[in-house]
């Protein structure tokens, strides 16, 4: 069985039999599944009226334990979600009564930001959804071929400078 990736480099063999379009096998598959993976995200995280990003905070917050509290750089290290994007995704979610700016008691320079109950129960009902989703996408995968990619694509993160502090 052939996907559109296994045209792509059956055209580019035919067409440039010089060059060596492996790469593409891997990264032409990443692309694709992203696109993918992205939509079906947007889908569940829109069902409660989310974004990725959005919802990538406040899991964020909620992973870190009570008082599921962190200033917005150690949000920022702990999410996926860009310096540049931080700001103004707080403010949206502040605006929606599901985080709250305070001054740090230690550091009155320092903000700190925190879960409200209704960001809580927000994240807590969107969860369940988003890890349906996920197991959905990856239902093709038998146990084991999912270890395995997990371990690949970790060993790739690693090798490209993406490694936990």
Not at 2 to 18: F, G, K, M, N, Y
Not at 59 to 78: C, F, Q
């Amino acid at each position: 069985m052939a996907d559109h990736v296994d045209l792509v480099l059956a055209q580019w063999a035919a067409e440039r039999p010089d060059l060596d379009a492996s790469p593409m096998a891997v990264i032409g598959r990443l692309t694709r599944l992203h696109r993918m993976i992205d939509a079906e995200l947007r889908r569940t995280f829109g069902s409660h009226g989310l974004d990725g990003a959005s919802f990538d905070v406040l899991a964020t917050l909620r992973r870190s334990g009570p008082p599921y509290r962190l200033t917005p750089t150690g949000l920022m290290r702990a999410s996926m979600v860009t310096s540049g994007a931080i700001t103004q995704r707080l403010d949206r979610l502040e605006g929606r009564g599901l985080v709250v700016r305070s001054s740090s008691e230690s550091d009155g320079r320092s903000v700190l930001v925190e879960l409200t109950d209704a960001g809580r129960e927000l994240v807590d009902r969107v969860l369940p959804d988003h890890l349906d989703t996920e197991q959905r996408l990856l239902a093709g995968l038998t146990g084991a071929q999912r270890d395995a990619l997990t371990g690949a694509l970790r060993t790739l993160l690693e090798s490209l400078g993406d490694a936990s502090e």
